[in-house]
């Protein structure tokens, strides 16, 4: 058997991206290579403790950038200034990483694209490197292709995504404060060897597949979905007799030390009144829209989240808050109609922040009415949405496309390794 790959992974500090990362390092490792994920001691601790790679961890600089002692993530932090931190804490790890890398250089480093000097390491010790933030393609297709044909600066409302393979139609535009942070983080990423995409390509279309190619001018590679139960979730939840299953995160609510205070968030006697049930922090998500019960999932379009529900047949309904979400929005939407929206017209700078208007109330009513009515554009979303559900468990066996695509890139790997002619 051919000598195996020995491959580095560097997660971003924050669960919405490590656990898609090492989701698709450990189909690397199933397929007989050696993969490494290189981490901070207390991130290591939501990796599955029955896995098939190695983890090296490096001290985490909570000290130098003015963190606390044990918040080592974004799941840590309840303000922009905490998260820019934690950022800037990864930025730190580059020392320490690097020494690693050149003591045990790897075949390739796969890196999340919040770790733009991977870039210059990798290029120091000729090691071929691929990007990675957990967007799908569409996503990063309309980021590029804005970037490209930028709106105006005095830009407002509604837009169509410039030269697009599909009219995209965004309901406002997008915050700048977001893309000046973005935009500089994919122009490094862009000098890689390609993206990894926690996706597969029936999803993001074989059409922006080619437009990346052609007109961007760059590679991606569909590896996903990476199967997140890995991580040991267990199936708590009998939803029967609930209408409704909210998942809210751990911090919410609990900014002030007063227990009465505490609760304040939700109407006095929500709980009694409705059928539903709050789950608090990390729910088992997976579990729960794989339940047959489940008719449709409110989501705010993270891409774990849109896979899950696409690989469990749910449509969705869409509440997109900040970055990414409002285009994965319109490719759950408008191009591959297994959702409907909410209508959602603020765009937020960060998870954090706070809405200034709320979505009103009839929007999310008709919206639920849309899919759960049994009209025949609610039979027509929901037949789409089961569609996808049936492809997906065969797209990473043998013979589907996300594994014929880590085929084609673990041949271009050892081809790297063994021609050397990486310069
Ligand atoms: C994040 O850091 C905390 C400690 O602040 C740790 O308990 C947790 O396991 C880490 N991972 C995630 C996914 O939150
Ligand atoms: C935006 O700026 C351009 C040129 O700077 C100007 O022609 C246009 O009228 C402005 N639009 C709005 C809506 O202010
Ligand atoms: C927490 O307390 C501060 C100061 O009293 C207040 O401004 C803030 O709104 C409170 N936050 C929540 C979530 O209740
Ligand atoms: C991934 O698979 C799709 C569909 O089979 C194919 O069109 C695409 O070229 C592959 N991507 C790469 C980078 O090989």
New binding site residues.
Partial sequence: MDKPLKLYFIPYLAAGHMIPLCGIASLFASRGHFVTIITTPLNAKILPKSNNFNVQTFQFPSQQVGLPEGIENLSGVTDVDSGYKIYYAATLLREQVENFVEQHPPDCIMADFCFPWVDEVANKFHIPRFAFNGFSLFTLCAMESLKSHPL?????GPFSIPNFPDNVVIISTPFMESKSFVDPHLNIALKSRGFIINSFVELDGEKYVEYYEKIIGHKAWHLGPASLQLFEIASAIDSSGYDFIWVVPEKMGKENESEEEKENWLPKGFEERNKGMIVRGWAPQVVILDHPAVGAFLTHCGWNSVVEAVSAGVPMITWPVHSDQFYNEKLITQVRGIGVEVGVDEWNTAAFRDMKMLVKRDHIEKALRRLMGGGDEAVQIRQRAQKFAKIVPSVVQEGGSSYENMTTLINELKRLRDDKIFN
């Fill in positions: 105006p600066e005095n830009a407002s």
